[in-house]
């Protein structure tokens, strides 16, 4: 079956510790995406890439990074710099037509917790 | 900046008792208007694209409709299963490359 695999489901950190979060897609879609969803709000764009080796910062990359090295793959590493990663994190992928989006599939989320 | 705002924030319906939902929008030239439903602890699902003024899509006891400065999700004869949190994404000529999100609105249908 085609579809985003997101791992692990569930994720726990220390303080100070980096942690990468894994997103993998077999939809053979050129954009990816990164978001997190807190409690009552919205999802917010943390990173997102529209091909291999390019991606650019969303509204909140402060603290996270990615890299987008093969087109299936768009890890995001969580840093110790950002001060309040307690969330769920969502990846999305979707195809790109003349530089435009379709609508965005997503995986099933990491829960990540600070500990 | 476009901005995206859904209501209410949360709706409790009888099982069978029909209602509708709100995401109003202010984008610099809609390209794209998408809705999702999401399921506690799980990813969105989409649901529907929506592209211009007057254009609707129905899929089972869901139906969405957009106008110019708005979008609406009515749901018929909703069941318990239909409960979820449903979120509301714009893409416009100024963002292209993304989708901008509502905060949701959470329905509970009882039985």
């Known amino acids: 079956d085609g579809g985003i695999t997101q791992s692990p489901k569930y994720l726990f950190r220390k303080e100070g510790q980096n942690v990468t979060l894994s997103c993998e897609q077999n939809?053979?879609?050129?954009?990816m995406y990164w978001y997190r969803q807190d409690p009552g709000q919205g999802l917010r764009l943390i990173y997102y890439s529209q091909i291999v080796n390019d991606f650019q910062k969303g509204d909140i990359a402060e603290g996270y990074s990615v890299s987008r090295e093969k087109k299936e793959s768009f890890p995001l590493t969580v840093t110790s710099a950002q001060k309040n990663p307690t969330a769920f994190y969502l990846c999305a992928s979707s195809k790109s037509r003349g530089g435009e989006i379709t609508e965005a599939f997503f995986g099933q989320g990491t829960r990540l917790t600070v500990v | 900046e476009d901005q995206v705002t859904q209501s209410p924030e949360a709706l409790r319906l009888q099982e069978g008792e029909s209602s509708s939902l709100n995401c109003s929008y202010t984008v610099s030239g809609l390209r794209g208007l998408f809705w999702y439903r999401q399921d506690p602890g799980k990813g969105p699902e989409f649901l529907f694209t929506?592209?211009?003024a007057g254009e609707e899509k129905e899929k089972e006891r869901l139906k969405a409709t957009l106008t110019k400065k708005e979008s609406f999700l009515h749901i018929t004869a909703p069941k318990p299963e239909d409960s979820a949190t449903y979120l509301c994404?714009?893409?416009?000529?100024?963002?292209?490359?993304?989708?901008?999100f509502g905060s949701g609105t959470q329905l509970t249908v009882l039985p």
């Open positions: 929506l592209y211009s």
């Open positions: 994404a714009v893409r416009s000529s100024g963002s292209a490359r993304q989708l901008t």
């Open positions: 939809l053979n879609h050129d954009a």
